[in-house]
């Protein structure tokens, strides 16, 4: 079986724990105490860790119902240690039901932006305006409070929007603070911390030191293969590894066929001349592209990718000196969308082909020093060592690469079109002073066919979508607002210079409901 050694240690004497209770976004709240420098970890509900250190708990969303028997609850060793507990929408509720609070369900939802209105002065909304745009989704809601515990906030829908309990530093939110669309949450959460009389001194640097800790103390003098793909977070963890590892770091490049134009020889060259790291090119292009032959389904598409990707580096190991160590730049995004906490009722969004994509027994024992990162974190590490900008703003890239961009079956007639259309559209970006300006722009191929007029001539062809977001966490992102005559100016581009295309498209829909991803 696989061996998943932990991603992080701490090291510090104070931290807050983040209970699991399924939610898409639990790590978002992880991710706002970080950016408060406060250190956080994500636990499931049912693998309650060593609590000494822990001075306080917030507990997630989810998508159960509190007051159904043998759903997800708050385990009994959280109270005994008598430290504040913030709970969010589901973990609210949960609160208030074990406290023997009534939690019902009216069939009436609550989804997207709602206001709340302040009742009483409180301690999370300390100086606040009375009424406050917040983020819902919920569908049960508390209808009454147990004793002790009095209404702070009311919405529309939710006679109990929020409520504490100053005697047992017991608070509940069902509105989500962690989400960015929540005016003041980011202010709610500090407020919980000062509640929590928490240190605030988690930074770039503690993180270098933990994952530092980490390798020494589980690879020991074992030798590393990394899976370089190029990326932001393949690269950076590279430069670190190299750091700690010297010549007992061998980065591994897959020419699996499905990357962007030059994209190979130029994160080779890139990484030899910005960081001094020599990188085996491994070309497996016909291997890809042949077990990849008829498969359109996309969870299909990235397990076949994951499971090649695997064959690759194992095979490459045992030509290295036996290699027991496969290193992966996994984030924590890639984590929640595979639902990689099974233990956790959380929905699969897509499997990544590094988490649920890789098979069930390999022989490489996994070292992923950030699973427990957001790639701000990443970028954040990237500068702390001194790497340059054009290698950490890079925009992300997937590990499938071109192969969940093409949407329907991959070949390399439909390869070759959309890595021309993505260089003309990331060059044009680039060109115009736009590409910094947005998160992650790409181009994709629709399994589709248009009807065109070409040179007077109708033709009847393929369409190429681009898509351009904007976002601060990739949990949640808005379509880019890119200038009309720049739109008009790519697509004419791809149209005239591409041969079998007759229309480009442009993608505005946000994250949710949307991926950022097309698969």
């Not at 559209?425 to 992650?440: G, R, V």
Request: proline share 4%.
């Amino acid at each position: 079986m696989t061996k998943q050694i932990k991603t992080l240690k701490n090291n510090i004497n104070e931290c807050l724990l983040v209970i699991d209770f399924g939610s898409q976004v639990t790590q978002l709240i992880a991710r706002r105490l970080r950016e408060l420098s406060v250190y956080s970890e994500v636990c499931p509900w049912d693998e309650i860790p060593d609590l000494s250190g822990v001075k306080g708990f917030i507990l997630s969303g989810g998508p159960e119902s509190s007051n159904i028997e043998g759903n997800p609850s708050i385990h009994q060793q959280i109270f005994d240690t008598k430290k504040p507990i913030l709970g969010i929408c589901y973990g609210m509720q949960v609160l208030a039901h074990q406290e023997e609070g009534r939690i019902i369900n009216e069939g009436k939802r609550e989804f997207g932006y709602a206001k709340i209105d302040i009742k009483q002065d409180s301690i999370l909304f300390k100086n606040f305006d009375k009424s406050q745009d917040v983020w819902m989704s919920h569908g049960d809601k508390v209808e009454s409070l147990p004793d002790g515990y009095n209404i702070t906030a009311v919405s529309n829908n939710s006679p109990v929007a929020a409520y504490e309990n100053i005697a047992k530093k017991y608070f509940g939110l069902q509105f989500h603070p962690e989400v960015t669309h929540t005016e003041s949450g980011t202010t709610i959460i500090k407020n919980f911390l000062e509640i929590c009389d928490i240190e605030q001194n988690w930074s770039a640097d503690d993180i270098l030191q933990q994952i530092n800790a980490l390798v020494k103390t589980e690879v020991k003098d074992g030798e590393v293969l990394l899976a370089l793909s190029g990326g932001v977070d393949s690269t950076v963890l590279a430069a670190v590894l190299h750091k700690t590892l010297g010549n007992k770091l061998t980065c591994v490049m897959v020419d699996h066929g499905l990357l962007r134009k030059d994209e190979a020889l130029n994160v080779v060259n890139n990484l030899k001349e910005k960081i001094g790291l020599s990188v085996n090119l491994v070309n497996a292009q016909d291997t890809f592209l042949s077990k990849l032959k008829g498969i359109t389904d996309p969870e299909e598409k990235r397990k076949t990718i994951g499971n090649t990707f695997i064959e690759v580096f194992e095979s490459e190991s045992k030509k290295l000196n036996d290699i027991k160590w496969l290193a992966q730049g996994t984030i924590y995004p890639d984590v929640i969308e595979s639902a990689g906490n099974s233990k956790t009722k959380a929905k699969v969004i897509k499997s990544h082909h590094n988490v649920g994509g890789l098979p069930e027994r390999m022989q490489l024992k996994l070292l992923e020093p950030f699973r427990m990162l957001f790639k701000d974190e990443v970028r954040k590490i990237g500068q702390a060592i001194g790497l340059p900008s054009e290698i950490v703003g890079r925009h992300p890239f997937p590990g499938p690469g071109l192969g969940i961009r093409i949407i329907g079956e991959v070949n390399k007639d439909r390869l070759d079109k959309l890595r021309e259309a993505d260089h003309i559209f990331l060059s044009e970006l680039k060109k115009q002073n736009l590409y910094y300006t947005a998160s992650q722009a790409y181009a994709f191929y629709l399994p589709v066919k248009s009807v065109g007029v070409v040179g007077d001539n109708r033709i009847y062809a393929d369409v190429i979508g681009l898509r351009s977001v904007n976002t601060i966490d990739f949990m949640t992102a808005k379509a880019t607002v890119l200038p009309h005559d720049f739109v008009e100016h790519v697509s004419t581009r791809i149209v005239n210079e591409i041969d079998g295309i007759s229309r480009v498209v442009y993608d505005i829909t946000s994250k949710p409901p949307a991926t950022i991803e097309w698969e």
